[in-house]
C-alpha cells in the first residue's frame, strides 16, 4: 500500500453534461474519446495497434475526495475514498490520466477486487461485470492549478494549456464509485 495521495490544490475545473458543454468548444481531436461509452481500455489497445498497451499505478491510497468528487459521491464534507490513480500508455506513451475514486462502502461484496487491480486495468472489471451500471458522465476542460491538471500532466514536456476529460459515475452492486478520465496531448485524434 502506498502513501496517501495528497491533494495540492482545491481549484476544480467546471464538469458538465454534454448537452451542456457545447461540441463547438471541444477540439475536433477529442470529441470521439469524450463522447465514447464504450470501455476506454479496449478502445486504446485497438487505437494501439500492434504496439504493447499498459497501465501504469502512479498511487494509491486512502485520501479526502474533492469537494465535486464528494458530491458526486455523495460522501459527507471530507470523506474519505481509496483514491488510484494511473496512466494508461501505448508503447510506453502516456495517453490517458485516470483517477478512481472508490468510496469505502463499494469495496464491499464484488467491489473488493477493485481494491487490489494494481497494473490491471478497471475497465476490464467494469465492463465484464453485466451488474454494473453506468451513471452520468461529465466532460470538463482541465487547466493548470487544478489538482487533476497538475497530477495528469506531472512530467509531461512541454506542458500543454489545457487538456480534455470527462468523468462517470459507475455502481457496482448499486453502490458508486467515480472514474475520472483526462486525454493528454499524445492521444491519438480521431476515432480510433
Do not use: Y
Not at 20 to 34: D, K, T, Y
Not at 52 to 75: D, H, I, K, N, Y
Not at 143 to 154: V, Y
Amino acid at each position: 500500500m502506498q502513501h496517501p495521495v495528497s491533494i495540492r490544490s482545491r481549484r476544480e475545473p467546471g464538469w458538465c453534461e454534454w448537452q451542456r458543454l457545447g461540441r463547438s468548444r471541444v477540439p475536433a481531436r477529442f470529441v470521439s474519446w469524450l463522447r465514447d461509452d464504450g470501455s476506454l481500455t479496449l478502445r486504446l489497445k485497438c487505437a494501439c495497434g500492434d504496439r504493447p498497451f499498459a497501465v501504469r499505478l502512479l498511487r494509491q491510497g486512502w485520501a479526502r475526495a474533492l469537494p465535486s468528487e464528494a458530491r458526486r459521491l455523495r460522501l459527507r464534507r471530507g470523506g474519505l475514498a481509496l483514491v488510484r490513480e494511473v496512466q494508461l500508455l501505448c508503447d510506453g506513451q502516456p495517453w490517458v490520466f485516470a483517477r478512481t475514486l472508490i468510496p469505502a462502502t463499494t469495496l464491499r461484496g464484488p467491489g473488493q477486487r477493485l481494491a487490489r487491480l494494481g497494473e490491471r486495468p478497471l475497465g476490464a472489471v467494469l465492463f465484464a461485470d453485466r451488474r454494473v451500471r453506468r451513471g452520468v458522465t461529465e466532460m470538463a476542460e482541465l487547466r493548470p492549478g487544478e489538482q487533476l491538471f497538475d497530477s495528469a500532466t506531472q512530467g509531461l514536456l512541454p506542458l500543454p494549456n489545457a487538456v480534455w476529460g470527462r468523468r462517470t459515475l459507475f455502481f457496482m452492486a448499486g453502490r458508486p464509485l467515480l472514474v475520472n478520465e483526462l486525454f493528454l496531448p499524445t492521444i491519438p485524434g480521431g476515432p480510433g
